[in-house]
């Protein structure tokens, strides 16, 4: 599986949009972009995947780069609920993820 | 949506015991569903694949005579850390993909394990 680097922390003013990157330059073309989330101690959450093309569900939206080299989970208007380390991992199979350190998002008020 | 139930979610016990751990998929069938541990502070790292009828696979350095993995339905898997010692104090983490290649996982809400 591709390698991910992301920043390890990022703060996010409540009810703003919290943007948080992710390279995966090494990505291959049958990678998939996933997103999960942890918050303290409870079990990781998912929040969104993709392959190429630019993905929306009720939590987050994803953006995916053109070469695929990068993407972006948005998350539109975080709240307190939303601080959590948040992990991009890249996977040409759903099952068997690796994690890496992830980015602890802090929502203030 | 898919949920997966661990159990228990926090257990004390003395140094030596055998502890088992369960994860079932409630509402969904796991022919393959996945054991992680956690160290305060970092990451999860995967220990083993469980694979329903047939032997876990344990990634390299995880003791199989350690830590022995069951699944013996399509709905539940168990993990037993045998002769715990407080070096084995983690948090114990089951998941299970809902559906076909690709599809995301589902987590267990975690066992927190302190050995004394």
């Known amino acids: 599986d591709a390698k991910t680097t992301q920043p390890p922390s990022m703060d996010c003013a409540e009810g703003r949009a919290a943007n948080l990157p992710c390279n995966h330059s090494?990505?291959?073309?049958?990678?998939?972009v996933y997103w999960y989330r942890q918050i303290h101690s409870q079990g990781p959450q998912y929040i969104i995947h993709?392959?190429?093309n630019n993905e929306t569900n009720e939590m987050a939206s994803l953006i995916i780069t053109e070469d695929r080299k990068s993407s972006t989970l948005i998350l539109p208007h975080a709240t307190l609920r939303d601080t959590a380390v948040y992990y991009c991992?890249?996977?040409?199979?759903?099952?068997?993820?690796?994690f890496g350190t992830g980015t602890r998002l802090q929502v203030t008020l | 949506g898919a949920v997966v139930s661990q159990h228990p979610s926090w257990v004390i016990c003395k140094s030596g015991t055998s502890v088992k751990i369960e994860c079932r998929s409630l509402?969904?069938?796991?022919?393959?569903m996945f054991w992680y541990r956690q160290f305060p502070k970092q990451s999860l790292m995967l220990m083993a694949t469980?694979?329903?009828?047939?032997?876990?696979?344990?990634e390299q350095g995880v003791e199989k005579d350690k830590f022995l993995i069951n699944h013996a339905s399509l709905t539940l898997s168990t993990l037993t850390v045998t002769s715990a010692h407080p070096e084995d104090s983690s948090f114990y983490i089951c998941?299970?993909?809902?559906?076909?290649?690709?599809?995301?996982?589902?987590f267990g809400d975690g066992t927190r394990l302190s050995i004394l």
């Open positions: 991992i890249v996977t040409g199979t759903a099952s068997k993820l690796t």
């Open positions: 090494t990505i291959s073309g049958n990678e998939y």
């Open positions: 998941s299970a993909p809902d559906g076909g290649a690709n599809q995301p996982q589902h």
């Open positions: 993709g392959l190429k």
């Open positions: 469980s694979n329903e009828g047939s032997k876990a696979t344990y």
């Open positions: 509402d969904f069938q796991a022919t393959t």
